[in-house]
Each structure stands twice: as structure tokens, then as C-alpha cells.
């Protein structure tokens, strides 16, 4: 009589096992997530597996159980019954399971976390129905280089091969170990080889010899791959992208790097191109807040009147970046049909050559057409001469529309923009609204050179400081001159009614302490600012000012003017303006 009841019992827990099935089946089709069994000899054939005849007894959790042998058809992924045919063994098995028989070992095959049944599918699938959290198994090891876990999707199958194929090629997983080559795309691995296979071809013109693999598998991973995953670690760009792997952003950055070159007609460093990808490309809430409220704010606001970012964040983005030893070794040279004496050009070599860097240039014609113009390619080819004829590496991109919109749009690629100013702006409410310089000025992210009249070796700065944030960016850059090109470093502070001096001196003179730094630190009584910075200048040989941009809002610098186009409107020597 009891074993009636035990039966009756589990044909009602079949049938509730088919609906759960059928539901579970429903839900994989909304999601898109398979609800199928791995094959176990498909995944042994793709992933090259070598079994082992040894066997242990030893308990399993169930829901590592992923696979079976000949009847994946038979069971879902969490081996409920897919067919009404498989009723009577299935009660039968419960029965046992209820009653004083239990459940025997089952047999299975473990390949890295997961196991496939050999015999025992319905033991599994009464086992779970019963919310059992492990089951006993006979296991035989199967040993393959890639590891798959219970996680596994059957397309992941497709992932998995590609990753055997790429180790077997590269041998990476044994050469680098500690290395995570994990892609969670498909083609993801296929495209890796060809990296290393233009790396390799790239490194035989450079050395003038043939490269062996494993020498180019090795440098590529040295010299290309692993520098780049540790920007990416060092930025934690991966919280921006939790769905991705070091593989995928590694090549996704290559990519978009690839494609801004082709844009822009420029080369684009990996952090650039990490930084751009980041900005436009990051899910989360306040990224995507930012940028529509920059769209927003870049659509109603006329350019002469855009605040341009706050003070401080090209300082801030320079800290995220510890792997770049120099801040302005990527440099944005404005080619200018009036500039007949190449003088932001020549300027920027001078810069290059103390920073180890390269020339970005760009000529900004009227229309599109003009961009295949005589005079705008003459002007590119002579550019690029120039920069080859003395040694350094540089490219001119030609573009239609606003000098300082485009300026501005591109110098995010950069981190100095040197031009030489013929007009600076002028003294009237009109001149000031209608300058391109001061645009660029107050919206460009990134510190400006502003070439007047004559060249500057750059061996001489005259810091001008007043205690405001952008004067401090400049106060920060005065710093990393100091050192990084152990130059002479002037500071004047001026004496001004609406602050107090004496905590502008001594915060100067704790400052350039700090760092180690000598400097001739100059007070000035009151008087007409950019008068007293120009003479202060001259008194002392500096070659160069260095000053902060703007400090009041944009409406208020228009109308009233600045120190700053004082300054511009009389040096001769060469002014670097900070954000």
C-alpha cells in the first residue's frame, strides 16, 4: 500500500516537473538564455579533450551538472523531463529515491568545473526535483586547456574553441600564465591573432629580420598588449563596462583608436582613445546625464559665451593617467594661412623636443570643398616635411567649419594647443564677442600656447599667480616645467584689494618648496596688472608667461575684458594660458 502511495506521489511530481519545463522553455525564449544541455561529445571534440580512465567516488553539487552523454535531447538544463514518454522511469526512480532503495552513484565525466552524466540522467533530474544539493558520482577527469564552468552557454562553445585555437598558436596560456585571456564575444580571439601577426610583420621591417612567433607573441604581449590592460586597470575602466573583459575593451579601444585615426586624419594615443571611448561610450547614469547635458547646453549657448570645462579637470585627468611621464608631449599645432614664418609650428618643435612628443596640426578652411584645395594640401605637405626634416613625428589634418569649434573638438585628442595670434582681441565690447581666440581660450579643455611675435626656447617662465583655481592649474604646470625641464622659474604676486597677498605669497612660496624648486618669487605693489607681468618679464629675461585663463563668467569677460587679453594684446614673448 505504501509503495502506491509513493508512486502516485511521484507521478505527480513528473507532472509538475513537465510544467515546470514547459514554463522554464517560455522564459528561455523571452531572455534569449538557453535552457539546453551541453553535449558532452560535441564539447569534448571543440575542446580537444583527453579522458582519463581513472575513476574517484566522490559527491558532485547538482547544479554543476551541465551536460549528458546521448541524452541532452532528453532534459533541460536543469535536467527537467522534456518528454512524456520518459514518465514511468522517472516515477520509478523517485519511488526509490522516497523510499528505502535511494538514489545509487551516478557516472560522469568532470571537464574543468562541470560535469556531463554517463549513466544516471534521471537520478539527476529526481535529485534536483527533491532540491538535493549534491549527488554521489563515479567521476572521470577529462583534461582540456580551457576550462568551462556551469555558467556555460552553448554559444559560449564557439568562444571556448576560438580560445583553444589561439593558445594552441600562441601558447600564451603557458608563456603567460598570469595573464587573463578570457573574451566574452565571439571572433574575439581570431582577431587577436591578426594583431600579433601585424605586430610581427611591423617588427621584422623595424629590425630589418626575420621574427620567429613566439619572439613576436612575446613582444606583442609586452609591448602592446599587457601596457594597454594596465592603463585599463589603472583607470578602472572596467566598472564602466561590466559586461565586458580585458580582451574586449583591449580590442574595442583598438579599434575606436583605429577609427578616430581614420577621422581625424591624426595619431591618436591609446589613452586618448581610452579616454574618448569612456566618455561617449559609458553606460552609466552620470556619463550619459553628461554628455546629453553637454549637447543641451552646446546647442543654446552662442560659442562666445560657453563657460568652457571647470578649472581643474585637465589636472585631474593628467593624475589618472600615471603611465604618461610627459603632460604636454601631444601637441595641437594651428596652421595658419597668415602664419607665413611657420612660428606656431616651429614653436611646437621646440616643445616636442623637450617633451619627446609628436605635432598634431590642423588648417581649418571655410567649405568642404576647400579641403582639397592647392593651397590647404601645399600647406599640409610642407607641414609634415618640416616635421620629418628635423626628426619628429607629425601629421596635418585639413576640416571645414570654426577654427575655435573645431580646435576645441580636437584638442581632446592633444594636450597643448600652440597658435600663433596676429589679432589678438580687442578692446571694445564687439571685438571681444566676435574673437575666435577667446573661444578658444575659455572652451578649450586643454592649456594653450599663444605665439605673438618671436619664438621662445622655453628656458625662462614668468608665473603669473593671484590664488584663483585656474592660476593654481598654472601654478601646477610651472611645477612640472621646473622639474621635468629644469628651466628658471620666476613668480609675481601682485598686491589687489580684494585679496590678501600675503597667504597668495606664501602659499606660492609653499608650493615651489614643496617640490623642491628654486625660484626668484617676486611682490609687486598695485598697479596695472598685465603692465606690471609684461615689464616683470623683461626685467628679468624670461622668455615665456604662464599665467591662468579667465576667471570671471563669460558674459563678464566680454563685456569688461580680462588681464589675460591685456596681456595678449601687448606681449611679444610667447604667453601659456592654463585652464
Not at 547614469?285 to 578649472?311: C, H, M, N, W
Not at 621646440?350 to 579641403?371: C, D, F, M, N, P
Not at 588681464?563 to 595678449?568: G, H, S
Request: one cysteine or more; proline letters at 4%.
Amino acid at each position: 500500500m505504501s509503495d502506491d502511495i509513493f508512486s502516485v506521489t511521484a507521478v505527480s511530481d513528473f507532472q509538475k516537473a513537465r510544467q515546470k519545463a514547459g514554463i522554464e522553455g517560455i522564459l528561455a525564449r523571452i531572455t534569449g538564455k538557453s535552457t539546453a544541455l551541453l553535449s558532452y561529445e560535441e564539447v569534448r571534440q571543440k575542446l580537444r579533450a583527453v579522458e582519463n580512465n581513472k575513476t574517484v567516488l566522490r559527491n558532485i553539487p547538482l547544479d554543476a551538472i551541465v551536460g549528458s552523454v546521448g541524452r541532452n535531447k532528453d532534459f533541460s538544463r536543469s535536467f527537467l523531463p522534456l518528454f512524456d514518454s520518459d514518465k514511468d522511469r522517472w516515477v520509478r526512480v523517485m519511488t526509490g529515491a522516497t523510499g528505502l532503495t535511494g538514489l545509487p552513484p551516478i557516472d560522469v565525466y568532470q571537464i574543468g568545473e562541470v560535469f556531463f552524466v554517463l549513466d544516471g540522467n534521471h537520478r539527476v533530474s529526481v535529485a534536483r526535483q527533491l532540491e538535493a544539493p549534491s549527488i554521489q558520482a563515479f567521476v572521470r577527469e577529462v583534461r582540456t586547456r580551457v576550462g568551462i564552468t556551469p555558467e556555460t552557454q552553448p554559444d559560449d562553445l564557439i568562444i571556448k574553441t576560438e580560445e583553444l585555437a589561439f593558445f594552441e598558436r600562441t601558447q600564451l596560456d603557458k608563456l603567460k600564465p598570469d595573464t587573463n585571456f578570457r573574451a566574452t564575444n565571439p571572433g574575439q580571439y581570431p582577431i587577436l591573432l591578426e594583431h600579433i601577426e601585424v605586430h610581427r610583420y611591423f617588427m621584422g621591417l623595424d629590425e630589418k629580420r626575420d621574427i620567429s612567433y613566439e619572439e613576436a607573441v612575446l613582444h606583442w604581449h609586452n609591448e602592446v598588449y599587457a601596457p594597454i590592460i594596465q592603463i585599463i586597470s589603472e583607470r578602472g575602466i572596467l566598472r564602466h563596462f561590466p559586461d565586458q573583459k580585458e580582451v574586449d575593451l583591449y580590442l574595442w579601444i583598438s579599434k575606436h583608436r583605429t577609427d578616430l585615426e581614420n577621422t581625424l586624419n591624426w595619431q591618436i594615443g591609446t589613452e586618448e582613445a581610452l579616454g574618448d571611448l569612456e566618455y561617449h561610450f559609458s553606460p552609466e547614469f552620470s556619463q550619459r546625464f553628461s554628455r546629453l547635458f553637454a549637447k543641451i547646453y552646446d546647442a543654446v549657448t552662442p560659442d562666445a559665451l560657453e563657460s568652457g570645462p571647470a578649472p581643474g579637470l585637465w589636472r585631474e585627468e593628467m593624475q589618472k593617467r600615471p603611465s604618461k611621464k610627459n603632460l604636454l608631449s601631444n601637441i595641437l599645432a594651428l596652421a595658419s594661412a597668415t602664419d607665413r614664418n611657420w612660428l606656431a609650428l616651429e614653436q611646437s618643435i621646440i616643445l616636442a623636443r623637450k617633451e619627446s612628443g609628436q605635432i598634431q596640426g590642423l588648417h581649418v578652411v571655410k567649405t568642404k570643398a576647400e579641403t582639397q584645395a592647392d593651397f590647404p594640401l601645399k600647406l599640409k605637405s610642407d607641414f609634415e616635411d618640416r616635421c620629418k626634416s628635423v626628426g619628429i613625428k607629425g601629421t596635418m589634418a585639413i576640416e571645414a567649419g570654426s577654427v575655435a569649434r573645431i580646435a576645441c573638438e580636437r584638442s581632446h585628442w592633444t594636450d597643448i594647443i600652440v597658435t600663433k595670434v596676429t589679432f589678438p582681441p580687442g578692446d571694445n565690447l564687439a571685438a571681444r564677442y566676435g574673437s575666435g581666440l577667446r573661444t578658444m581660450i575659455r572652451r578649450c579643455p586643454r592649456p594653450m600656447l599663444v605665439v605673438r611675435n618671436q619664438l621662445s626656447n622655453l628656458d625662462h617662465a614668468l608665473l603669473g599667480y593671484n590664488g584663483t583655481p585656474k592660476s593654481k592649474e598654472a601654478l601646477y604646470l610651472a611645477a612640472y616645467l621646473g622639474s621635468k625641464w629644469d628651466i628658471k622659474l620666476s613668480a609675481l604676486v601682485i598686491e589687489q584689494e580684494e585679496t590678501d597677498t600675503d597667504v597668495i605669497y606664501a602659499d606660492a612660496h609653499e608650493y615651489f618648496t614643496k617640490h623642491n624648486l628654486s625660484i626668484n618669487l617676486i611682490r609687486h605693489k598695485r598697479g596695472k596688472r598685465s603692465e606690471i607681468i609684461l615689464k616683470t618679464a623683461k626685467e628679468n629675461h624670461c622668455d615665456f608667461i604662464l599665467m591662468g585663463g579667465y576667471k570671471s563668467s563669460s558674459v563678464v569677460e566680454v563685456v569688461l575684458g580680462s588681464i589675460v587679453d591685456e596681456v595678449l594684446r601687448q606681449t611679444e614673448i610667447p604667453l601659456l594660458i592654463c585652464r
